[in-house]
């Protein structure tokens, strides 16, 4: 099916304050064609190579560095010929344009490696592809690796962007947990304004897909959530509770930040982050990193933990939001929760 719709991502690239401008929206909305665009359109404008990454080496293949170039060809036609050489083992993939370098395209997961080929007087802007993987398997520390190319290309001009581009296969990201964003459609802004996230709904690609022969196929599965529905893979409803009172209750420290069990009706409770946190209030901290996004440490004692888990298993303990269900894995995973 051609597309003919694309998001809009003005409002991201309008913007001035934010380092971070995360942009993500369902399948096959432009978001890749908007990264290799602006690549090009940076080139033309500061002379300048953009910084394209993946998460794995594997993920820069011959085919995706065809489809760059095949999307930069659909929205700029008079870009003239494009060429690629290099490798991701070594510095990256380079694009080019009647011979001028526009793009090095580079694996995440090399970032130490990588860094000594980039520098601040031939590159702008870091951009990341393809972000929310579907095994939910994320690098160790990548958050660290994203804000160390940033700064290796930056340093302290603060005139370079991160572009973080992602479908939703989860609604829920270690960039999220790191810098404690809770996702909303729409236009948002955290850290004083220096983490965007734009939450694109895009009706018109959504009726496209529904209304083809595969919309067709995956109607009524949760594939179609995905696919045009605005939800993740894995359907998480059930456990998703986002209305609670705000009575005092016992604080749990994660990584990302405190979370609280608070009463909701039907004799529910809901964990959602805490706003006014209470040193006596809390049952436990914290004992070790268990990384951003990944878990918790629980020294529960075993009648509470079966407590919780009976509450967990009946549908009476919830989560507010994906976020706050991200951030507590092991949590989930002690309560009984599967992946």
């Known amino acids: 099916m051609k597309k003919t719709v694309y998001i809009d991502i003005t409002a991201a690239e309008q913007d001035t304050d934010a380092i ?22 940076g080139m033309k404008q500061h002379g300048k190579t953009a910084v394209l990454a ?134 948002s802004r955290w850290k004083n304004g220096r983490f965007l996230l734009l939450r694109v709904v895009n009706k018109g690609n959504r009726e496209q897909i529904e209304q083809s022969p595969f919309g067709e196929l995956i109607d009524g599965t949760p594939y179609a959530g995905y696919a045009y529905g605005g939800k993740g893979i894995k359907p998480v409803d059930r456990l998703i509770c986002p209305a609670h009172g705000r009575g005092r209750m016992p604080v749990v420290v994660i990584d990302a930040a405190p979370v609280g069990f608070y009463a909701a009706g039907g004799d529910r409770i809901v ?43 009946s549908s009476k303990l919830m989560f507010a939001n994906e976020q706050v269900l991200f951030d507590c894995q092991e949590l989930f995973k002690i309560l009984g929760g599967k992946e």
């Open 271 to 313: 964990v959602d982050y805490v706003r006014d946190r209470r040193p006596e209030d809390s049952i436990y901290t914290t004992t070790r990193n268990a990384g951003h996004g990944g878990g918790i440490y629980l020294p529960l004692n075993k009648s509470l933990t079966y407590s919780l888990r009976i509450m967990f298993l």
């Open 20 to 41: 971070i401008k995360y942009i993500d929206s369902d399948r096959s909305d432009g978001k890749t064609t908007h990264m290799v665009r602006r690549a090009y359109d």
């Open 54 to 187: 993946r998460r794995h080496v594997g993920d820069i293949t011959k085919t995706y560095v065809e489809q760059l170039c095949g999307n930069l060809r659909v929205v700029r036609p008079d870009c003239g010929e494009l060429t690629a050489n290099g490798s991701p083992k070594k510095d990256g993939v380079f694009l080019f344009a009647d011979g001028v370098r526009f793009a090095q395209v580079v694996p995440l997961s090399r970032a130490d490696a990588i860094k000594g080929a980039l520098d601040e007087k031939s590159h702008r802007d870091l951009y990341v592809d393809e972000y929310v993987p579907l095994n939910g398997r994320y690098l160790k520390d990548e958050v660290t690796a994203l804000l160390e190319m940033w700064f290796t290309i930056d340093r302290r001009t603060y005139s370079n962007s991160i572009y973080v581009f992602s479908n939703r296969p989860t609604t829920s990201n270690p960039l999220f947990s790191y810098f404690q964003v809770v996702p909303r459609v729409g236009l």
